[in-house]
């Protein structure tokens, strides 16, 4: 079969390789559609150590299709079954999981290969975190699974509750869920990036207010530019981050008003510090939380919410182009010309 392998930063080759053959509790997936997303770019460009800790690597981790052959023991599945997985699943036994922050596990069960003909679900994934999908789903708007399960846990760790202001940093595929799914809860929105394009997604999308940071460029200019839009200038109940730069970080805490929440989603390059002003921290009594990864439970309320059409999956999708189309789409994710792309194998 066709698969992507990944070399290292800028070298995906598309080879034939075996086709594999489920285990004990595993079944191979046919793939129907695969979605590409900023995690991808980020390791198409500088590599990622957890993701890929020997080379070549399979590459790719969202994506939905039929299955096509179940391992023994599978009882959940059958060959023919329209299903969607998640990239990981937690170990269950480590001390994150005991206490119930399975997003912390130690012992995280990786999928990658997303971008292929053909991939084999692990027993973990299988058990925990795959899906049957009803006919009505589209492959393609069910791809995208696994950045909508992590903006689910942003979402509970968010507090975001009915008639709130929230303010959401980044308009790329992150930022326009956070938009979404805070509407659902009756939140409004005001929506702040640098890119027209996708600020006009967003509007299009039921946002409040959109705000074009283009020239801008201190944190406090960018804070200062979106608080007018906020009830009485004083700032957000709730600040997404939604972009994964360290000064974005900043720009979000500075748009809180006093006792707001932020909300610091998008995952910065290593070793990455950013600044907090201790006063405002300690006197506006601030809460400032990290959200990683996502748990079973939120995969499967967003398994719900594409399901029942909630969510649009398709909405996040730039255009659908040939398996053979992958780097090109990463590359033109890299210029701003789109922002997810569903590749057909």
């Not at 932020?262 to 201790?278: I, Y």
């Not at 009594?285 to 439970?297: A, F, S």
């Not at 719900?304 to 909630?310: P, R, Y």
């Amino acid at each position: 079969m066709r698969a992507y392998m990944f070399y290292g930063p800028g070298d995906l080759r598309l080879e034939d390789v075996p086709e594999g053959k489920p285990g004990p509790g595993e079944i191979a997936v046919e793939i129907k559609a695969a979605a590409t997303c900023g995690t991808d770019l980020k390791s198409y460009r500088r590599g990622h150590p957890t993701l890929f800790p020997t080379l070549p690597a399979r590459f790719g981790h969202e994506f939905s299709g039929v299955v096509t052959e179940v391992g023994e023991g599978v009882e959940k599945f059958a060959v023919g079954d329209r299903v969607v997985a998640a990239n990981t699943a937690p170990c269950g036994a480590c001390w994150a999981c005991t206490i119930g922050r399975e997003s912390l596990c130690e012992n995280l069960q990786y999928l990658n290969g997303a971008f292929a003909e053909q991939i084999v679900v692990p027993k973990a994934i299988v058990d925990r975190n795959t899906y049957k999908l009803p006919d009505s789903l589209a492959f393609e708007a069910a791809a995208p699974l696994e950045p909508l399960s992590t903006v689910v846990h942003g979402m509970h760790e968010s507090g975001i509750a009915l008639g709130d202001t929230v303010v959401v940093n980044g308009a790329g595929p992150i930022g326009q869920m956070f938009l979404k799914l805070a509407q659902l809860r009756g939140a409004s929105v005001i929506v702040a990036d640098r890119s027209e394009g996708r600020l006009q997604q967003a509007l299009e999308a039921g946002a409040a207010h959109v705000v074009n940071l283009s020239g801008l460029e201190t944190p406090q200019e960018c804070a200062d530019a979106v608080k007018p839009f906020t009830p009485g200038g004083r700032g957000g109940d709730v600040v997404i981050e939604a972009v994964g730069l360290p000064q974005v970080w900043e720009q979000a805490v500075l748009q809180l008003r006093p006792g707001g929440t932020a909300v610091l989603f998008g995952g910065t390059p290593k070793n990455a510090p950013f600044t907090l002003n201790s006063s405002d921290m300690h006197y506006n009594e601030y809460t400032i939380k990290g959200v990683y990864h996502h748990q079973p439970r939120f995969v499967q309320i967003a398994v719900e919410l594409l399901g029942n059409g909630k969510f649009d999956g398709m909405s996040l999708v730039t255009e659908v182009r040939p398996l053979e189309a992958l780097v090109d789409s990463l590359e033109d994710m890299s210029k701003g010309l789109g922002s997810k792309y569903i590749l057909r194998p």
